[in-house]
């Protein structure tokens, strides 16, 4: 983890982090251990989710104006905290600022380039999945199901490391375009429907 | 060596060579060095591109850590065997992969704001960003060893060795042939010159072999050599006559070069020496004849030697016996030397000149002896005449006595002899003066003095024509320059020409008697010409006799003793007389005196 902790963050961002850890640390506010690991955890993920907008493209039609936002979305619960707005604020994606918006319902996140979901259950999952199935919505889970239930990346954890899991097939018939060398790293993995 | 002693023929392969091999250098260095920028070049791009590959795929590593992908990545260039370390690092500077290959163990740091490749050392190495999209990921690093490179320069300068020297064999070889077209028509020449100086055989001919310069060379050569040997027979021809001209002419001849050495001797000199071509020729005179230091020879010698002027002498050579003329020229190479043999000359000179002596001697005694008998005869004649007046005088008074006492007496017949024997008793008398009187003027002493003659002419003229006065005479006096003279003597002369002149026209109609004198030879010629009888030619050397006539005592009376005189006056003056005449056209008397 330690090989992790400020691994392939920015600057900016390892400063945004280094503000929050000194915040709480002035505080002298403990921080829960479970808490902490899970942090952990999801800023390696949330750095993940940023680098995603650049191993993706996807159709031009996904966005309206040249300058449109690229949009990361959290439906559901928020394991991010303010962490991910700190990752990706000032960042842009080929001309496209990168915006996080969060949701609670799937319908509401058709209009996302990258979607976080992070509910556990297959069926909420598959239906969720299913809404967006026909937007240009790259989506990204950690339930073990995620792939199952038609999701495209799945993060999982492997020797202490965090290791992507992806649905190349999912991802095509939503219009959006995985880089090789993404999928060089990854586990492939087409579920049997 | 210089390049210019060389033999051609070398020369020229040294030229070519040299030339060759400096554009061979030249080649071999431009190559070298524009394969060692260009494979640096190429070296630094493939670097660089090899960089742009690596970090273009390591961005996906990078982005998600995993340094094993990363490794796998870098663990590729193992098929680029040069590249020798390859290091991988995160944004932070950390090292986040490496790939090392051999002896490459120290970790090589990060190094920031660093970018693109450069040479340091044995290696090429350079940082490269890892970008994807916009997002800076990590550094590449890579490190690539030169030793291929400096392998592949070894290969080159290897190559370039081997190109050279073969181009060097190849321009060698090729030089040493084609080096023959044009050494081989000058070498060829140069034989024929070396032959023709050797030999001094100018009928050799230089063989043409090609059409350039050379050839024109060739022939102006050949040419050279028919202009010389022509040039030679001509002098032969003329060194042969000259050489005949030597050997035939009676002198002995020897020619001495500058440094006296003898170059040539004709057989005369030869003989003359008694010595052989080979003990002179090369010899120098001093050498030869050592006796000659410091006589006349060595003096003439020395002089025509220096100041080119030609001498002789006559002198007498000791060691041969022998009176020698020697004449000494200067000429173009020393000086020329003729000997002449005048011991025969001499020995005749000699004798002329006692046989001179003694004849000078005889005349001079027989001169005495003449001179005693002459004037033994002279006081001869003069007492003779002397004497015989007295009986004469006798003779006469008598024979006067006896024709005025007894004339009376006797008849006709007898006076007629007696008158006779008076007339020739006085014709004697007159004979017997005018003799003493040659005879006193052959020893009267001359007092010569500076006389007028035309004074001296006029009283003798005034004088004589005093008894003519009834004749018509012509007389005619040119001017006389002024004489050194015996007044007394040369009034006789005159007294004798005018009346001769007198005497001898005294049958003519109209006389006529011109006196002058012309300027002759540088002498004054004074003349008396008449127009009376003359006389012949035939008779002349009769002319100026004692007591000769050429006319009868009836024709014109006379004693023959006039012209004598004038002779013997004019002679002891030292002058000259002749005469001209034609019988009846008259006469011209001439004679000069000496000049003072």
């Not at chain 1, 996302?112 to 240009?136: A, P, T």
């Not at chain 2, 003989?271 to 050592?290: H, N, S």
């Not at chain 2, 020393?334 to 002596?357: C, H, L, M, P």
Request: aromatic letters at 10%; one cysteine or more; a negative charge.
């Amino acid at each position: 983890m330690e090989h992790f902790s400020m691994g392939r963050i920015r600057k900016s961002a390892m400063t945004n982090v280094c503000l929050l850890l000194a915040c709480s640390a002035l505080l002298g506010g403990p921080v829960p251990a479970a808490l902490q690991a899970t942090t952990e955890e999801y800023k390696v993920k949330a750095v993940f989710l940023f680098h995603f907008a650049q191993f993706v493209e996807w159709p031009e039609a996904s966005f309206s104006e040249e300058q449109e936002p690229l949009i990361i979305g959290v439906l559901g619960e928020d394991p991010f905290g303010s962490f991910l707005d700190e990752v990706v604020a000032g960042e842009d994606i080929n001309g496209h600022p990168l915006t996080i918006r969060r949701f609670n319902k799937a319908e509401d996140a058709a209009a996302c380039h990258i979607l976080f979901m992070g509910m556990d259950g297959i069926s909420q999952l598959r239906s969720s999945l299913e809404m967006l199935k026909d937007h240009n919505v790259l989506t990204v889970g950690d339930s073990p199901a995620f792939i199952r239930a038609g999701g495209m990346i799945r993060f999982f954890s492997e020797n202490n490391k965090i290791r992507l899991q992806i649905n190349p097939d999912a991802a095509r018939a939503s219009g959006v375009m995985i880089s090789s060398k993404l999928l060089r790293l990854a586990d492939i993995s087409i579920p049997k429907s | 060596m210089r390049l210019a002693d060389l033999p051609i023929r070398k020369k020229l392969v040294v030229v070519i060579m040299m030339t060759s091999g400096a554009v061979v250098l030249l080649t071999c260095v431009v190559f070298f060095t524009y394969e060692y920028f260009t494979y640096r070049q190429t070296t630094v791009r493939e670097l660089s591109t090899l960089g742009a590959i690596i970090a273009a795929n390591s961005t996906a590593a990078l982005a998600f850590d995993d340094p094993g992908d990363a490794g796998e990545i870098l663990s590729a260039l193992r098929a680029e065997p040069q590249i020798v370390a390859a290091y991988l690092y995160d944004k932070e500077g950390k090292i986040f992969s490496r790939y090392t290959r051999g002896a490459q163990k120290d970790s090589i740091p990060f190094r920031e704001n660093v970018t693109g490749y450069d040479f340091a050392g044995r290696y090429l190495e350079g940082y490269q960003p890892v970008i994807q999209g916009n997002v800076h990921l990590g550094t590449l690093y890579l490190r690539s060893s030169m030793d291929e490179m400096r392998q592949r320069s070894k290969l080159y300068f290897l190559l370039a060795a081997f190109v050279a020297v073969v181009s060097f064999l190849l321009a060698y070889f090729l030089s040493s042939k084609l080096q023959q077209s044009v050494s081989r028509p000058i070498l060829s020449l140069a034989k024929t010159a070396g032959t023709v100086s050797e030999k001094k055989d100018y009928s050799v001919r230089a063989d043409k072999l090609s059409n350039d310069e050379i050839g024109s060379l060739t022939d102006a050569f050949n040419n050279m050599l028919a202009e010389i040997q022509q040039q030679t027979q001509a002098l032969n021809v003329h060194r042969l006559k000259l050489e005949n001209i030597v050997q035939g002419m009676g002198d002995a001849y020897a020619s001495l070069d500058s440094r006296w050495r003898y170059t040539y001797v004709n057989d005369k000199a030869l003989r003359l020496m008694d010595m052989r071509k080979d003990q002179l020729i090369g010899k120098t005179i001093w050498e030869v004849f050592p006796d000659i230091r410091g006589t006349i020879f060595e003096a003439s010698y020395q002089k025509t030697m220096k100041e080119r002027i030609p001498a002789s002498f006559e002198t007498f050579y000791a060691s041969y016996d022998m009176w020698l003329e020697v004449r000494v020229y200067p000429d173009e190479e020393g000086i020329a030397i003729f000997y002449t043999d005048i011991s025969k000359y001499k020995k005749v000179e000699e004798e002329i000149v006692s046989f001179n002596q003694k004849l000078e001697l005889m005349v001079a005694e027989r001169t005495r002896e003449l001179e005693v008998a002459n004037r033994e005869l002279e006081s001869f004649s003069y007492s003779v005449s002397h004497d015989l007046r007295a009986p004469l005088r006798s003779v006469h008074g008598y024979m006067n006595i006896f024709s005025e006492e007894y004339a009376a007496g006797l008849d006709d017949e007898a006076r007629r002899l007696m008158k006779i024997i008076l007339d020739n008793a006085k014709k004697m008398g007159q004979l017997i003066d005018d003799l003493l009187a040659f005879s006193r003027l052959g020893r009267k002493e001359l007092v010569k003095t500076d006389i007028s003659m035309t004074d001296l002419v006029h009283g003798v003229w005034e004088e004589q024509k005093r008894g003519e006065d009834h004749r018509v005479i012509d007389f005619s006096l040119g001017p006389l320059p002024r004489a050194f003279a015996d007044s007394v003597t040369m009034r006789h002369v005159w007294s004798n020409l005018i009346s001769n002149a007198l005497k001898y026209t005294r049958n003519r109609q109209d006389t006529a008697i011109e006196i002058g004198c012309v300027q002759k030879d540088g002498r004054n010629v004074y003349h008396i010409k008449d127009n009376g009888s003359g006389f012949d030619m035939r008779y002349y050397n009769k002319l100026f006799g004692v007591f000769q006539r050429l006319h009868s005592q009836e024709e014109f009376e006379g004693t023959g003793v006039g012209l004598a005189i004038v002779q013997r006056v004019i002679y002891r003056h030292g002058g000259e007389i002749w005469a001209e005449a034609k019988a009846d056209k008259g006469a011209t008397f001439f004679f000069t005196l000496p000049e003072r």
